[in-house]
């Protein structure tokens, strides 16, 4: 019969199974997506400068509602605040100044101020990334923990979580916070910890990259811990991958983040356990092998850093991605 000639009634019901047939992929889709959070991505780093609304749109098809970009130094705080206006409810900012940044602060001390006046921003979820890092001497450690204080009293005083940058610097970084989060064996007894110091802002320890007995320190004092893509790189047996894999690092005290454009997830390391491998979607390796390099991260990258974290954990990527995206959503109080 002409398809002119068809009449209304046999016309809707020759497309009606195309329909159902296309309501059905993208429901696929849809399902095949988790929904997870990355509450760390660089998005002021000039490697975006020409396609980020590009790279927004490929973390959001992948299945990341929400960025965290964060503000390390003044200039890039206030870019990152900048970009939560251009992304309202998708990108929130950060404000802080990294360790390897605290020379600046100490050299031009009324900068601290801009840094304060962005912090108070609604947009600006947290202070931080703060802290130590002794790996690198871009800051002598005195200027450090000078600048890292003075974070931590704003955090306090704006009761904003702290995001917290450390590198080989454990012990001076507790012993400052200590003196704010008091901490003793006996206090993980008292059931009135918790009630004592709920005023205090959340801790963040982002990025870790330490030892299983370094995380359980943080841990004993109700810190959150942050992963990323470092998963593929660390080869220890004391490291992050045993963090996960006997069960050190509970859910409800895990975090997601990409450190993008850093911390490629290099899903084909040869250290990498094969039920990891395989425990990787087809749908989360297509985004990762076709948009993200070793030069050049993307946020779009974190369902396949869930979907291994959950392989080493022995647990399903929808639990993993649920309690991270939780307790991003409760941490800096995302819509």
């Given at each position: 019969?002409?398809?002119?000639?068809?009449?209304?009634?046999?016309?809707?019901?020759?497309?009606?199974?195309?329909?159902?047939?296309?309501?059905?992929?993208?429901?696929?889709?849809?399902?095949?997506?988790?929904?997870?959070?990355?509450?760390?991505?660089?998005?002021?780093?000039?490697?975006?400068?020409?396609?980020?609304?590009?790279?927004?749109?490929?973390?959001?098809?992948?299945?990341?509602?929400?960025?965290?970009?964060?503000?390390?130094?003044?200039?890039?705080?206030?870019?990152?605040?900048?970009?939560?206006?251009?992304?309202?409810?998708?990108?929130?900012?950060?404000?802080?100044?990294?360790?390897?940044?605290?020379?600046?602060?100490?050299?031009?001390?009324?900068?601290?101020?801009?840094?304060?006046?962005?912090a108070q921003a609604q947009e600006c979820?947290?202070?931080?990334?703060?802290?130590?890092?002794?790996?690198?001497?871009?800051?002598?450690?005195?200027?450090?923990?000078?600048?890292?204080?003075?974070?931590?009293?704003?955090?306090?005083?704006?009761?904003?979580?702290?995001?917290?940058?450390?590198?080989?610097?454990?012990?001076?970084?507790l012993e400052i916070l200590d003196k704010?989060?008091?901490?003793?064996?006996?206090?993980?007894?008292?059931?009135?910890?918790?009630?004592?110091?709920?005023?205090?802002?959340?801790?963040?320890?982002?990025?870790?990259?330490?030892?299983?007995?370094?995380?359980?320190?943080?841990?004993?004092?109700?810190?959150?811990?942050?992963?990323?893509?470092?998963?593929?790189?660390?080869?220890?047996?004391?490291?992050?991958?045993?963090?996960?894999?006997?069960?050190?690092?509970?859910?409800?005290?895990?975090?997601?983040?990409?450190?993008?454009?850093?911390?490629?997830?290099?899903?084909?390391?040869?250290?990498?356990?094969?039920?990891?491998?395989?425990?990787?979607?087809?749908?989360?390796?297509?985004?990762?092998?076709?948009?993200?390099?070793?030069?050049?991260?993307?946020?779009?990258?974190?369902?396949?850093?869930?979907?291994?974290?959950?392989?080493?954990?022995?647990?399903?990527?929808?639990?993993?991605?649920?309690?991270?995206?939780?307790?991003?959503?409760?941490?800096?109080?995302?819509?």
């Amino acid at each position: 019969m002409d398809p002119k000639q068809q009449n209304p009634q046999e016309a809707v019901a020759s497309v009606a199974p195309l329909l159902e047939d296309q309501l059905e992929l993208d429901m696929k889709h849809c399902f095949e997506n988790l929904i997870v959070i990355d509450v760390g991505a660089n998005l002021t780093n000039k490697k975006y400068s020409r396609d980020l609304d590009s790279v927004v749109q490929r973390a959001r098809d992948a299945g990341v509602q929400k960025l965290m970009v964060h503000g390390t130094s003044v200039k890039s705080s206030k870019e990152a605040l900048r970009l939560s206006r251009i992304y309202p409810d998708i990108i929130y900012s950060t404000a802080g100044i990294h360790p390897h940044d605290s020379k600046s602060i100490v050299e031009e001390p009324a900068t601290w101020f801009d840094l304060e006046h962005i912090a108070q921003a609604q947009e600006c979820v947290a202070v931080g990334p703060c802290g130590l890092d002794y790996q690198r001497d871009f800051s002598e450690p005195d200027a450090q923990k000078q600048i890292f204080a003075k974070q931590l009293h704003l955090a306090i005083r704006l009761n904003k979580p702290l995001l917290i940058h450390e590198r080989s610097a454990q012990h001076d970084l507790l012993e400052i916070l200590d003196k704010y989060y008091p901490y003793s064996r006996l206090f993980k007894l008292l059931t009135c910890f918790t009630c004592r110091f709920e005023n205090l802002p959340p801790v963040i320890i982002r990025g870790f990259m330490g030892t299983a007995e370094e995380a359980l320190k943080y841990l004993e004092r109700r810190f959150y811990i942050s992963l990323t893509g470092y998963l593929c790189k660390d080869k220890s047996d004391t490291g992050v991958r045993r963090l996960l894999e006997d069960g050190t690092l509970p859910l409800d005290r895990l975090l997601v983040e990409t450190d993008a454009p850093f911390m490629y997830p290099n899903t084909r390391a040869s250290k990498l356990p094969q039920h990891v491998k395989t425990g990787i979607t087809e749908r989360s390796l297509l985004y990762l092998h076709r948009y993200c390099t070793f030069q050049r991260n993307e946020p779009c990258s974190l369902p396949a850093i869930v979907e291994m974290i959950a392989a080493f954990m022995k647990k399903t990527p929808d639990e993993v991605a649920l309690a991270t995206a939780f307790n991003a959503l409760k941490l800096f109080g995302l819509s």
